[in-house]
T-cell receptor, first 116, second 115 residues
Framework: EAGVVQSPRYKIIEKKQPVAFWCNPI?????LYWYRQNLGQGPELLIR????????DSQLPKDRFSAERLKGVDSTLKIQPAELGDSAVYLC??????????????FGPGTRLLVL | GDSVTQMEGPVTLSEEACLTI???????????LFWYVQYPGEGLQLLLK?????DKGSNKGFEATYRKETTSFHLEKGSVQVSDSAVYFC??????????????FGKGTLLTVNP
């Protein structure tokens, strides 16, 4: 079974440029998460989707970040314009639909972004 | 809000040494607890989990017991190997908006095992 796929793996851009990250979750997983992991820190949730609906985007900086999950499968996270402080690893995760708190989230390898 | 505090790293051990990485949490209700591991160049992988008090999660020789009275979930292994070198994250799962749950992570502990 294929895992969570993310691309690109690495991205270097200059500040004020736009950037986009793509994620394809595990087949059949209805819930998709985007996290940001700063250097030396644990991942922090940016947005969570249940199918096409963004059910928790409270931590997403909406002035410059946007996300979409058309058709409830793959997802794109965009930053426009990027700032120096956006340098981080952006992780995508997915989980099967469920109400139990013990559900496992499956993570992709992440996209490492460097803003110069 | 919910939070996870884990032992600061880095931790450096010799092969076959005993490992303990401390993790304590603050949460309302009864969260599920997880240890995730991140090997160099790879994404986070679930190592083990426990969903209720006194449960013990175990995998690959690692163990952790959900202690409600001390709000802890310490990771232990009796004999580490070089291949265990990685970053270990403690996390808790708590109710979030909508019908699902969200993970709150600790800062991670880098473990290096020398031959």
């Amino acid at each position: 079974e294929a895992g969570v796929v993310q691309s690109p793996r690495y991205k270097i851009i200059e500040k004020k440029q736009p950037v986009a990250f793509w994620c394809n979750p595990i087949s059949g997983h209805n819930t998709l998460y985007w996290y940001r992991q700063n250097l030396g820190q644990g991942p922090e949730l940016l947005i969570r989707y249940e199918n096409e609906e963004a059910v928790d985007d409270s931590q997403l900086p909406k002035d410059r970040f946007s996300a979409e999950r058309l058709k409830g499968v793959d997802s794109t996270l965009k930053i426009q314009p990027a700032e120096l402080g956006d340098s981080a690893v952006y992780l995508c995760a997915s989980s099967p639909e469920g109400l139990a708190g013990g559900e496992t989230q499956y993570f992709g390898p992440g996209t490492r972004l460097l803003v110069l | 809000g919910d939070s996870v505090t884990q032992m600061e790293g880095p931790v450096t051990l010799s092969e076959e040494a005993c490992l303990t990485i401390n993790c304590t949490y603050t949460a309302t209700g009864y969260p599920s607890l997880f240890w995730y591991v991140q090997y160099p160049g790879e994404g986070l992988q679930l190592l083990l989990k426990a969903t209720k008090a006194d449960d013990k999660g175990s995998n690959k020789g690692f163990e952790a017991t959900y202690r409600k009275e001390t709000t802890s979930f310490h990771l232990e292994k009796g004999s580490v190997q070089v291949s265990d070198s990685a970053v270990y994250f403690c996390a808790l799962s708590s109710p979030a908006r909508g019908s699902n749950y969200k993970l709150t992570f600790g800062k991670g502990t880098l473990l290096t095992v020398n031959p």
